[in-house]
């Protein structure tokens, strides 16, 4: 999208805010675009990749699209968070350091139109919201541990589950944490984890399985995995979700849920990091008092 915005131009290194080069990229059998490429990554406006700063704090503004130069869109990350009301207002006056909000823009800048909101915490429920979109109402959901959300005990989540309507029907998808041989042809780092969405509405138990017997594509009770994502915030769609035939709103979805379920996972490394940086500072001061006395 182009701009006369110098100060997001001077900001974002090697990015000429062009438009979508990708939204002719496919059809599905209907007729409908894909809103987003096959596959994207994340990047920090100033430039490196976003694995390679992973102790920073996780604010401020991210480019997704297929290089740093080729930015589609961008995520913006707030202080605050949202409360859920008739109105869904915004706000800014919770605390606490393990809180985020942020919001995904269609285009590289702040002021590029907003297609979804977040809110959560690292150990409390998340909260998503899609504005409206033509005839489509707004989309509102909020996940928490009793629809099989999960996290283990360092906060990273192990499930995250949301619903949509497809052509009329509800469907359930699930981001689960996991290693798969999906990842092996695919440019991803084998040691570090990563997660599957698996369109569990209707699972097909032959399908299923030991990994080295099923067929790729599938999860261990049956569900059609259609997308991945590695912990360098890589999402790649897959199978069924690579036609585009779930359509854009989906689409966006699968992206604001990835977004999180890799913040989430930044935090609770961050944090953890904190901590033992923490310990050991400890029982060094307790080794100098002792060789004082």
């Known amino acids: 999208m182009a701009t006369s915005d110098n100060t997001h131009q001077e900001q974002a290194v090697a990015v000429d805010g062009s438009a979508h080069p990708h939204r002719s990229h496919s059809h599905s059998s209907t007729g409908t675009s894909a809103k987003f490429p096959p596959s994207f990554c994340g990047y920090s406006v100033e430039g490196p990749r976003v694995h ?11 480019l997704l ?4 130069d080729r930015p589609l869109f961008s995520v913006h990350c707030h202080n605050g968070t ?3 009301t008739t109105h869904h207002y915004w706000t800014s006056n919770f605390k606490g350091s393990d809180r985020f909000y942020f919001d995904l823009h269609d285009g590289p800048h702040a002021h590029s139109p907003a297609i979804a909101m977040v809110s959560g915490s690292q150990w409390g429920p998340l909260l998503f919201k899609l504005p409206p979109a033509g005839d489509l109402q707004e989309y509102y959901q909020e996940v928490t541990s009793l629809n099989r959300f999960k996290r283990d005990r360092d906060g990273n989540i192990q499930r995250l589950p949301f619903k949509m309507n497809i052509n009329g029907v509800t469907e359930t998808f699930e981001w689960r944490a996991t290693k798969v ?10 040691r570090q984890p990563a997660h599957e969405l698996v369109r569990i509405t209707n699972l097909n138990p032959s399908a299923g399985g030991k990994r080295r017997n099923r067929p790729v594509g599938y999860s261990a009770d049956g569900g059609e995995i259609v997308a991945v994502l590695n912990a360098g915030l890589k999402m790649t769609f897959f ?3 690579l036609i585009g035939v779930f359509g854009e709103r989906w689409e966006t979805m699968v992206a604001v849920t990835g977004f999180t379920v890799w913040l989430v996972e930044h935090w609770a490394y961050e944090h953890a990091a904190a901590r033992t940086a923490q310990i050991i500072a400890n029982a060094q001061a307790i080794q100098r008092s002792s060789a004082r006395s």
């Open 239 to 241: 199978g069924t979700g």
């Open 52 to 62: 390679r700063w992973r102790r920073r704090r996780a604010q401020g503004h991210y």
């Open 181 to 190: 041989k999906e990842r092996r042809a695919r440019d991803w780092w084998r």
């Open 82 to 84: 949202f409360v859920p």
């Open 65 to 68: 699209g297929l290089s740093p």
